[in-house]
């Protein structure tokens, strides 16, 4: 190769550390050290109202649990730093206007209600919703007095109105989307920050990334970070659109189908070397029917052009068998040592004893009493859940809406919990005795546990939002 393979993964810290973010860092990670390049992580957080700082930190964690390190990252440091975006703002403001100056991007003084009608217009003729280019011909003097004025505008780019854009997918071959599918995105926003496309292809420009590896929602994207190199006369780097992972359904995976988070698997006992072997797994075949290997052994045989297109089937119950067989591997020490550290270890059991010693009198009692503690998804079997006199579709309305809130909730304390599930169950109107208890039943199968939202603390975010759906889906059918 011609120059050095430099690669990135660039997570926006806006949710859980998702399986598709270290699905996607696995082919990023093991391409790099097959041909001794260098693995980078970026923190994309421009959208400043949905980032999170507890985001972050969970998603670098459990990279690092699934022992992909990187050479550059926002915790590391590195020669072409900083690798926050929201860090960088100065960076984007500079090449903002570098395209302003080469007339390839222009200002939008457009307001967002002239943009709503203009947007209902075209809906209403049956054409493609986009920008109607108001703005592209502002005389220079009269944009220079608006600005001046202090009134609000976005950096938009000046698409070209005929033509296609075409370019060249790793696995996919030439790709070419006519322009009229291309609007005039938004490079930069109004407050300041850049538009994903924008920072996205200046930050990999500025950071030499040598190949792009991406999932396949991002090829539609792709004409638009073209369009940009052109416009600023770089080079692009080689793009590579990765398949989806799917649900059993076909349909992309998603949280209301399959846990999508890595901190579901780390607490559900899924050993780290699984789940990589079994991303591996995903759309690409070690060869001779080898099914487990490791992440060194995946490395050196491995080729970017032996992935295969069809959508991987993420299946949970496929990952489980996996996990099996990797714990029957486990030497004696290190089986003993997972289960005390990861399950019954120290910090856990400390932080449920005030829990649980009022609460006992023999410790006999402390497996089958607080099972739901260690347990993953539980057994409903003859317990009522369904509070008298309320519809299955009122209870399925109201799990819904809870464990949607549950998904932002990520200050996850008895405090915020127990003032989220008071609001919740206010707005909805339900007695505190049917709401209460529906809950308690479903997230620790038990009438009588301690007090819930200790207790919601303690199972953790990820196996509550889990049993909330799973109940929902099996026993309720959603």
């Not at 990999?204 to 052109?230: C, F, G, N, Q």
Request: proline share 4%; net charge neutral.
């Amino acid at each position: 190769m011609s120059r050095e393979v430099r690669v990135r993964i660039a997570p926006s810290p806006t949710g859980d550390p998702h399986v598709g973010t270290a699905y996607t860092a696995l082919f990023n990670y093991v391409f790099a050290k097959k041909n001794k390049g260098k693995f980078i992580v970026r923190i994309e957080d421009t959208d400043q109202s949905r980032a999170k700082s507890s985001s972050e930190d969970m998603i670098l964690t459990s990279l690092k649990w699934l022992g992909l390190k990187w050479d550059e990252g926002p915790d590391v440091g590195g020669e072409f730093g900083p690798y926050k975006q929201s860090e960088r703002l100065p960076i984007y403001k500079e090449y903002s206007q570098k395209l302003i100056d080469n007339g390839t991007a222009y200002h939008c003084f457009c307001t967002a209600e002239r943009l709503d009608t203009v947007r209902a217009q075209q809906k209403a003729e049956g054409l493609t919703t986009r920008y109607d280019g108001h703005c592209r011909t502002l005389a220079a003097d009269d944009v220079k007095k608006r600005i001046a004025a202090s009134e609000k505008n976005v950096i938009r780019l000046k698409v070209p109105t005929t033509g296609t854009v075409k370019f060249e997918d790793h696995l996919r071959g030439e790709l070419e989307f006519d322009v009229d599918r291309v609007d005039d995105q938004v490079l930069m926003k109004t407050d300041g920050f850049p538009t994903y496309h924008l920072a996205n292809v200046v930050d990999d420009y500025l950071m030499k990334i040598s190949h792009v590896i991406r999932a396949e929602e991002w090829i539609s994207s792709t004409p638009k970070h073209v369009l940009l190199y052109r416009a600023f006369g770089w080079e692009a780097p080689v793009f590579c659109h990765l398949p989806l992972l799917r649900n059993a359904d076909k349909s992309k995976i998603s949280k209301r189908k399959n846990p999508v988070s890595l901190s579901y698997y780390k607490r559900a006992g899924i050993l780290p070397q699984t789940l990589v072997n079994y991303l591996g797994m995903m759309g690409w075949s070690f060869g001779d029917d080898k099914e487990m290997f490791s992440l060194d052994e995946m490395i050196e045989v491995f080729d970017l052009k032996k992935i295969s297109l069809g959508g991987p089937v993420f299946d949970l119950a496929k990952l489980t068998w996996l996990n099996q067989h990797y714990i029957q591997k486990l030497s004696p020490d290190h089986f003993v040592d997972y289960i005390r550290d990861e399950i019954f270890s120290k910090h856990y059991l400390l932080a449920l004893r005030p829990l649980l010693q009022d609460r006992m009198s023999r410790f006999e009692q402390f497996v089958d009493n607080f099972s739901f503690f260690f347990n993953g998804p539980l057994n409903y079997q003859g317990i009522d859940i369904l509070p008298k006199g309320k519809e299955v579709a009122s209870m399925q309305l109201m799990l819904n809406e809870l464990v949607e809130q549950l998904d932002e909730l990520y200050d996850w304390n008895h405090s915020a919990i127990h003032d989220l599930l008071n609001a919740h169950r206010e707005k909805i109107g339900w007695k505190p005795k049917d709401y209460f208890m529906s809950v308690r039943l479903i997230a620790t199968g038990r009438k009588d546990s301690p007090p819930l939202a200790e207790s919601l603390e303690q199972i953790g975010r990820e196996m509550v939002r889990f049993r909330i759906r799973n109940y929902l889906d099996t026993s309720l059918g959603k």
